[in-house]
């Protein structure tokens, strides 16, 4: 079964307005998560990073005012996008990276939030 | 900064064929990973190769990682239809980021 969640899988908002994406890590807790965005026809790139009990890290040309972070548990990452543009409109992906032993490592990835934004 | 070089972009295989896809990163690194994604799907993970020489296969793939190269390759062996897929690969840096390949476009035709 499905390890990590998002939630919605699809949203449509005006442009203008805000909107927030839910990543829930459903088997294990983790104080880490990734969010990725990937534009049509083209590769995932890394948003930032979700860190339990501080505040996200942002990779470069991401805005943190844009795009607000919040782990709100161990289980739990949300992305904001405020103000949002027709730009913005893409597909995000969470992964939640999980480590049980020193030979078995993964990080799964979320069914992804398709934005679109009009 | 970790780069990755993902190779072919794109791929027309015949069925019953066999060809590899190529991956080629610029720095030392624990993990690399291969997905699979479908259209409008997300990832599906397909490897996880985290030491030199790791060879892994599964059904129709198989992948290997040389750390000393820098290099690692999908080898797909006698391609069939629902193999076409876009299949990136992925490799860790000490954070635990993701630096993905551009893709690779795979259909398979008759």
């Known amino acids: 079964g499905a390890v990590v969640s998002q939630h919605p899988s699809r949203v449509i908002c005006k442009s203008g307005t805000s909107v927030k994406i839910e990543c829930r890590s459903l088997d294990f807790q983790a104080t880490t998560m990734f969010w990725y965005r990937q534009f049509p026809k083209q590769s995932l790139m890394l948003m930032a990073t979700?860190?339990?009990?501080?505040?996200?890290?942002?990779e470069q040309g991401v805005e943190k005012d844009k795009f607000l972070i919040n782990h709100a548990s161990l289980t739990l990452s949300t992305l904001t996008v405020t103000s949002a543009h027709p730009e913005d409109s893409s597909f995000y992906i969470c992964?939640?990276?999980?480590?049980?032993?020193?030979?078995?490592?993964?990080?799964?990835f979320g069914p992804g939030t398709r934005l679109t934004v009009t | 900064e970790l780069k990755v070089e993902q190779n072919p972009l794109f791929l027309s295989m015949q069925e019953g064929k066999n060809y590899t896809i190529y991956c080629n990163y610029s720095t030392t690194s624990d993990r690399l990973y291969w997905y699979r994604q479908d259209p409008g799907k997300s990832l599906e993970s397909l490897f996880v190769l985290l030491s030199n020489g790791a060879v892994k296969q599964e059904g129709r793939l198989m992948a290997s990682l040389d750390t000393k190269a820098r290099l690692s390759t999908l080898h797909i062996t006698a391609a069939v239809h629902d193999l076409s897929a876009t299949y990136f690969c992925a490799v860790e840096d000490s954070w635990g980021k993701l630096q993905f390949g551009a893709g690779t476009q795979v259909v398979v035709t008759p």
């Open positions: 992964s939640v990276p999980k480590a049980e032993a020193s030979s078995s490592y993964e990080q799964y």
């Open positions: 979700s860190n339990e009990g501080s505040k996200a890290t942002y």
